[in-house]
């Protein structure tokens, strides 16, 4: 029978007439997602599946998308086990051994190329290029037919190496015949373009001889073009990635308004010519007054800037840029221009104000700020700026503000400084030289009287008794001059505080008519503070209190737990604290005068031991500070003044007190103990070694740490170990206690040793436990510190 027309053959086999053939076999591809895979369920899917589902549909012919590899395929085509390719391109070879249908998806071809090289997007860009290709793809061929478009085209069998050739700028660019290509190895580094003007167009494929099936695919898929269906399939799948081009048919809907539109656009167009023109004249007078303001504004050298708030440009005028040093170019119109050269600690400061201020039409605001020059340095300026609306506007529309160089003032500030400081010093340095020649005068005259012919033993006690407490009061102001000057070391231990407080604030009212009244939480949490600085901190605190009331009056100190949140106390963070507080009835401190009272040199008393030297609350603050607190006032004209101190609670479970038990203390000559003292000073050693025989120790003397390790390896030789060892910290030209209390755990590990040293900021003193000592005593000391030291150390 003669083949009949592929219209005539659809109808016939639809209506029955003909008996339905075997379904068409047509060839997909098994793994090229979105045009054919094999999905989760092992399905064929894709746009050429849904593509051959609704020619099968439209056409009443039996079709089946067989899902495979293209070698596999080509295997089967030939042997009679496939109708049809899917979706074949039209190059030499295909249109040799197989009838195209009509064209379906056109895909435009890809190009791969390095980031940092010129994107290659149309065929002519191709020219003088290296451009590499994989071998058997459509890109290859159709590079070789056109002799690459003028580039140099190298084939190659692998992709992974076209890839790697670009990466290492061996190639231009890799072209591929569509993005669906799946790329051996990850593209990182590569930029994809489409070729503009290099389509692929892809058919379905028949048999030379196979005029039949061509006929129905055509027509089948000619109906799908017609009632819309492909374009539907085709946007699903490709839509997204590749949308396909616009068709005279896709335009006949919008005929009608478009003609409407351009008629609207005609009768605008005349109507914006007569606008354009008044426009024109606007604008030549808007140019002409901005030209005056630009001239004024250079002419007057103010540095200028406009932040326009609608459209966010800056504007910064010229003498804005030679303030800082930059060039006009190096400057842009954005608020990251001026934002990247202000200074780190500035920044957050200066963008609340600017933010807060763009809400507040007519509100001035003025802060001082640091800007990076040019050369790297940084200038101080005064910035001033105020918020303006547009006419008739609520809403500020722009933030206009003037930049102030402050560098000579800033200059003279710090000149003024030094120069106050340079005189603040030497006042310093006579203070300390009268109250020191106060207390050794003291001393001096005491001890001479003790040694007075015929004097009596009571008299001398006497005598001696006040030359010691001149000797503690000069200890007392050389640790307050190390807390001044290098902040001392606090050697902090959990403690209670209400007896530290009841007992530094009695000591502080002794012999004045001030009275004291108390306020103590009885469930007052402990801290971990040094009693010794602590205490010294309240007897300053009340002694101010005490002055501040020359007629006699009441101190209140009260003590409460606290606890407070982020930034309720400047320089605290949020936690559980203890709050001391000290409250005079005095006159007040003037407003002027608050920010001062913790200056160095800030003093409005006379000048006398240890007060009169401005050190007193600055001795406070710096005590406070190493024990990670803080100390506040609260004082106005005719109501007082009340100082906090606020210290961290230790609320860790503290072992209950104990009585330590009394050493012994034998008659001279009776000896409990064996002791070695390592001292350089031999006054010092000498004293220390006698005051430990009275307390009925053997004593052995060493100069440094040399003979200290030779003096205890001795003892342990003639089986005498020493009981305790005392060791100098620090001795010139020689080995220290550290040094030698190494050497001298290599001989005894579980030798006890305690440190001494006149350095008060020692960090041995003040974490001796893990220096390996057992207990620590800070020069000079008292008899009753050494016991407590034997007690600590002996355990």
Known sequence: MKCLPSGVALWLIAAGFLPAATPLRIAVERSNPPLG??????????????????????????MEAVPGYWKEHFVNFPAGKLDAFGNLLDTPNNRADTNLSIGHARLHAVVYSRRDRPALRRIADFSGKRIATIRGTAADVAAHLNQGWGAKIQTFSSGIEALEGVRRGEFDAVLLTNQFYRLPVPERGLARNFVEDLVNCYHFGTRKDDLRTLGILNEALAQLMRNGEFDRIYAKWLGPIEPREIRLADLQPYYIPAALVVAG???FMLWQRRMVR???????????????????????????????????RVFYSRAWKRLLGYDESEIGDTLEDSFRLLHPEDSARVDQTLMAHREKPGVPFALEQRLRCRDGSWKWVLNRGIA??????????????????????????????????LESTGILAGGIAHDFNNLLTTMVLNLDMAQWPDITRAQAAEFLGDARKAAMAAHDLTQQLITFARGGAAIRRPSALQGLIRESTQLALSGSSTVALFDLDPQLWPAEVDPTQIGQVLRNLVLNAREAMPAAGTVTVTAANVTLPEQAVRGLPAGKYVRISVADQGPGIPPELVARIFDPYFSTKQRGSQKGMGLGLTICLSVAKQHHGAITVDSAPGRGSVFHVYLPACLSPQPEPTSPPTPAVGAPGTQTARALVMDDEPGLRTAVAATLRQLGFGVTEASDGAAAIAAYRAALIARAPFDVVLLDLTVRGAMGGQEALTELRKIDSEIVAIVMSGYADSEALRDYRSHGFKSALPKPFTVEALQRALREARG
């Open 388 to 421: 303006v609306g547009g006419e008739g506007s609520p809403q500020p529309t722009r933030l206009i503000g003037t930049y102030t160089d402050l560098t000579l003032q800033k200059q003279a500030e710090e000149d003024r400084l030094v120069l106050g400081k």
């Open 278 to 312: 008044r426009l024109a004249q606007q604008a030549d007078a808007l140019r002409v007054s901005e030209q005056r303001w630009r001239f004024a504004l250079d002419g007057s050298g103010a540095a200028v800037w406009d932040w326009d708030l609608v459209n966010g």
């Open 37 to 62: 895979f094999v999905d989760e369920q092992q399905q064929p899917a894709g746009f050429m599946v849904d593509l051959i589902r609704e020619m099968s549909r439209v056409s009443g012919v039996p």
């Open 265 to 267: 656009v005609a009768a």
